[in-house]
């Protein structure tokens, strides 16, 4: 009896312990999916998290989107981290180098080279190969670099164009500008739209400088100032592989002495001023100048404000040459990021610019050219029915468009040019001596940085 009993029970306890052991297994992997930071299998939920700068009521929004995101992939949640801009990109700079950068973050479209060349943005080229069709989406292209390889993508586009008041164009009795415009042109005009405080035009004999209540053109940094007029004119700042000036040229001086000669006849205005605002992009909108070179954000103030105007393509330079800035604001994945956590980011990636319905949303704020061609060439874009009416411009400028010489040390390069330029702007020293200081000083940044790799 006892040897039928026997393996019986060893049976009866067997399955006890299996039981038991079931139990404890199935409430640990409720715990792990409950902590979130067991990323290990496609199962389990992965957390990541996202870092924006803020921008207002693009805030809310964005967390809309992400909700809708969560719903969609529900191994997913994300983690956001925001502050406002400058706040934003330094606590990242501490993180990348503490090895706690977010898994993905939205970057200012002049950084993304700065994290690429630096090692702290993930190579995502065989994903956009595999997952995008490129000819469908703006912009891919601005985030790659000279070997072929993409370390962001769009998130929103902002490019450059000629904003204009027609009520001032009105009143001066001057033709709106159009495509067949040179810089030439745009001066011409603009002289006839700058007025003193006794309402002389820049042309009059009495025209008095010094007392310029309205400005033909509103001239502001590197974007919306000198960089769209130094290509036109077929000159720049760095040489095609953004290692080496190229500041010191014959195109260079003959673009600076156009703008030399624009602010001391007080057609545009110099840094001093813009020194009288309470923001150097204030002058368009205050009706205090009659154009700008504005990338696409700059509508919201315009619409803002009430200004009865519209845009149009940039000016030619001498030979027939266009060029129109772009800032490719992007969604970078960090090196650092595990491999299930590269891959959630990626699927947040693909769902922003994929999706139509996100693309639309996001559009619908009016802050940047969607990166969707299929949205951007809709109605609800094209035909909101908003100021500026003719927003195709912003479009036709793809075909002209480039970036501003970004490369890991652009802010410190810009910085440099800058000053350098602003002397010449405000009459301290010569266009020569200008920018043959600001190409030795350029190139200083330069080697700095690229001899020491």
Not at 72 to 77: E, R, T
Not at 354 to 373: C, F, N, S, Y
Not at 395 to 423: H, I, M, P, Q, Y
Request: with cysteine.
């Amino acid at each position: 009896m006892s040897k039928v009993r026997w393996p019986r029970l060893v049976l009866y306890l067997f399955a006890l312990f299996a039981l038991v052991l079931s139990a404890c297994s199935n409430q640990t992997e409720g715990d792990a999916e409950q902590d979130g930071d067991n990323d290990s299998t496609s199962e389990e939920q992965v957390k990541i998290t996202l870092g924006f700068y803020s921008s207002g009521s693009a805030d809310q929004k964005m967390e809309e989107l992400i909700n809708k995101f969560e719903q969609a992939h529900p191994n997913i949640k994300v983690k956001t981290q925001n502050a406002p801009y400058s706040q934003f990109f330094q606590k990242l700079d501490t993180q990348i180098a503490g090895g706690t950068a977010p898994d993905v973050w939205l970057s200012d479209g002049v950084f993304v080279q700065k994290y690429a060349e630096r090692g702290a943005a993930k190579d995502l080229t065989e994903w956009i190969n595999n997952d995008l069709n490129k000819d469908e989406y703006y912009g891919l292209d601005f985030n790659k670099d000279a070997d072929g390889k993409y370390w962001a993508v769009p998130q929103g586009i902002q490019i450059g164009a000629l904003f204009y008041n027609k009520d001032m164009f009105d009143k001066a009795g001057v033709d709106y500008p159009d495509d067949s415009w040179t810089w030439d042109d745009l001066k011409e005009a603009g002289a006839k739209l700058t007025l003193d405080a006794n309402d002389n035009d820049a042309n009059a004999s009495s025209f008095d400088t010094s007392t310029v209540k309205q400005f033909g053109l509103t001239f502001f940094n590197i974007t919306e100032g000198w960089m769209p007029v130094l290509k036109s004119y077929g000159g720049g700042v760095l040489g095609d592989e953004l290692k080496n000036s190229i500041v010191d040229s014959t195109e260079n001086k003959e673009a600076m002495n156009w703008i030399v000669d624009g602010m001391e006849r007080g057609i545009l205005t110099d840094p001093a001023d813009l020194q009288a605002f309470q923001s150097p992009m204030s002058p368009f909108p205050s009706e205090t100048a009659a154009m700008r070179i504005g990338i696409y954000a700059r509508v919201l103030a315009a619409n803002e404000t009430g200004v009865n105007y519209d845009v149009t393509v940039l000016p030619k330079g001498p030979s027939g040459e266009r060029f129109s800035p772009v800032i490719a604001n992007s969604w970078i994945i960090s090196e650092s990021a595990s491999d299930a956590k590269a891959q959630a980011a990626w699927e947040w990636i693909k769902y922003w610019v994929t999706e139509d319905k996100v693309q639309r949303e996001w559009a619908e704020l009016g802050e940047a050219v969607p990166v969707k061609k299929s949205v951007a060439n809709s109605d609800l874009f094209l035909g909101s029915g908003e100021k500026p009416e003719n927003k195709q411009a912003f479009l036709d400028s793809f075909d002209f468009a480039g970036t501003l010489d970004v490369n890991a040390v652009w802010s410190e390069w810009v910085k440099v040019f800058g000053d350098n330029v602003n002397r010449a702007f405000l009459g301290e020293t010569s266009v020569d001596d200008a920018l043959e200081e600001a190409d030795q000083e350029v190139q200083k940044v330069l080697d700095e940085f690229y001899n020491n790799q």
